[in-house]
């Protein structure tokens, strides 16, 4: 696997690596997150802490594999091995002045006939063995200049490439960041919005509840108050009712023992009277019967005066003789009178 290859994520990487799914390990999602599109698989091992290793390099293989990420480029081809190569001129000696002037060549433009042709005057056909070991070290040397000029260039030009996809990682971070802080800011705000609606629901809900539960209550202590006012209505008429029955009841007694008591009295007075009347004509009759008997025995007792007085005179008549026989008869017929 070159170091230098680019991967980017897929848009299953991306739903993972922003968290909308879960799965990959913590350490794969950091590797996965880490890749951008525009980093090389060097720069990835770094920004996570890892080495470019066999265990690095099979998460990137799993994660190609699973659809994760896709590669963009495969790197500079042998670009591992450039970088010893660049080193050896170094402690070489300079380049001669003629080969600086001409311009840089890249690894693919270098043909080292026509370098050989153009800086090399031409030589005999023949020559001595020193003169072809001379131009066979000139050469080496251009060839090592030209290879040499060649890695510089490739580093230059990977170091331009990093620096780039640096620049342009770090504005797509910075752009992300700020992205994901609008986003976070834009969410919190959202959450609070919800948040208030939520609240805001909830009180009135409770508020509702309250005004429920009191409308309730005051409807239970009116119908409780208007029940016991009943019921004391309901026992004060009983109590009234019961007072007045009884009431009632003892005025009818007191008038029926007053009536009995008159009528016994009356009844009383009336015997009373009846003995008394009674008793008076008893008396009056008992009198009249005296006054009757003592008149009648004075009567009597006249008549028998009277009788025995005449009886008397005409016994005195009978014995007187002569003329007086006329004055005998008047006194006789004056007593007869007098019987009658």
Same mark, same amino acid.
Do not use: C, W
């Given at each position: 696997?070159?170091?230098?290859?680019?991967?980017?994520?897929?848009? =299953?990487?991306?739903?993972?690596?922003?968290?909308?799914?879960?799965?990959?390990?913590?350490?794969?999602?950091?590797?996965?997150?880490? #890749?951008?599109?525009?980093?090389?698989?060097?720069?990835?091992?770094?920004?996570?802490?890892?080495?470019?290793?066999? *265990?690095?390099?099979?998460? #990137?293989?799993?994660?190609?594999?699973?659809?994760?990420?896709?590669?963009?480029?495969? /790197?500079?081809?042998?670009?591992?091995?450039?970088?010893?190569?660049?080193?050896?001129?170094?402690?070489? *000696?300079?380049?001669?002045?003629?080969?600086?002037?001409?311009?840089?060549?890249?690894?693919?433009?270098?043909?080292?006939?026509?370098?050989?042709?153009?800086?090399?005057?031409?030589?005999?056909?023949? =020559?001595?063995?020193?003169?072809?070991? @001379?131009?066979?070290?000139?050469?080496?040397?251009?060839? @090592?200049?030209?290879?040499?000029?060649? *890695?510089?260039?490739?580093?230059?030009?990977?170091?331009?490439?990093?620096? +780039?996809?640096?620049?342009?990682?770090?504005?797509?971070?910075?752009?992300?960041?700020?992205?994901?802080?609008? @986003?976070? %800011?834009? /969410?919190?705000?959202?959450?609070?919005?919800?948040?208030?609606?939520?609240? *805001?629901?909830?009180?009135?809900?409770?508020?509702?509840?309250?005004?429920?539960?009191?409308?309730? %209550?005051?409807?239970?202590? +009116?119908?409780?108050?208007?029940?016991?006012?009943?019921?004391?209505?309901?026992? =004060?008429?009983?109590?009234?009712?019961?007072?007045?029955?009884?009431?009632?009841?003892?005025?009818?007694?007191?008038?029926?023992?007053?009536?009995?008591?008159?009528?016994?009295?009356?009844?009383?007075?009336?015997?009373?009277?009846?003995?008394?009347?009674?008793?008076?004509?008893?008396?009056? $009759?008992?009198?009249?019967?005296?006054?009757?008997?003592?008149?009648?025995?004075? %009567?009597?007792?006249?008549?028998?005066?009277?009788? $025995?007085?005449?009886?008397?005179?005409?016994?005195?008549?009978?014995?007187?003789?002569?003329? /007086?026989?006329?004055?005998? =008869?008047?006194?006789?017929?004056?007593?007869?009178?007098?019987?009658?």
């Amino acid at each position: 696997m070159n170091p230098t290859a680019i991967y980017s994520k897929s848009g =299953k990487g991306v739903q993972e690596a922003s968290g909308k799914t879960s799965l990959l390990q913590r350490t794969d999602r950091a590797v996965l997150a880490a #890749i951008d599109g525009r980093a090389t698989l060097a720069d990835v091992a770094q920004r996570v802490g890892k080495s470019f290793d066999a *265990a690095f390099q099979g998460i #990137i293989n799993q994660l190609d594999k699973d659809g994760f990420i896709r590669q963009v480029t495969t /790197g500079a081809p042998g670009a591992a091995a450039a970088k010893p190569a660049a080193a050896a001129p170094a402690a070489k *000696a300079p380049p001669k002045p003629a080969a600086k002037a001409a311009p840089e060549p890249s690894l693919g433009d270098l043909d080292f006939s026509s370098l050989g042709a153009s800086k090399l005057p031409s030589r005999p056909a023949a =020559k001595a063995p020193g003169a072809a070991l @001379e131009q066979t070290t000139v050469l080496a040397k251009a060839r @090592e200049e030209a290879e040499a000029k060649a *890695a510089a260039e490739r580093e230059k030009l990977k170091k331009e490439a990093e620096a +780039k996809a640096r620049a342009e990682m770090e504005a797509q971070a910075r752009a992300e960041a700020e992205g994901k802080l609008k @986003e976070e %800011a834009a /969410g919190r705000a959202k959450a609070e919005a919800e948040a208030k609606a939520k609240a *805001a629901h909830e009180a009135a809900a409770r508020a509702a509840a309250e005004a429920k539960a009191q409308a309730e %209550a005051e409807t239970r202590a +009116k119908i409780e108050a208007e029940t016991k006012a009943k019921l004391e209505a309901e026992r =004060k008429a009983r109590e009234q009712a019961e007072r007045k029955a009884k009431e009632e009841a003892e005025r009818a007694r007191k008038e029926a023992e007053d009536l009995r008591q008159r009528l016994e009295a009356e009844r009383m007075a009336r015997e009373a009277a009846e003995r008394r009347a009674k008793q008076e004509a008893e008396a009056k $009759a008992k009198l009249e019967a005296e006054r009757r008997r003592e008149e009648e025995e004075a %009567a009597r007792r006249e008549a028998e005066g009277a009788a $025995a007085a005449a009886a008397a005179a005409m016994a005195n008549v009978e014995a007187a003789p002569g003329p /007086g026989d006329g004055v005998s =008869k008047k006194a006789k017929k004056k007593d007869n009178f007098a019987d009658s």
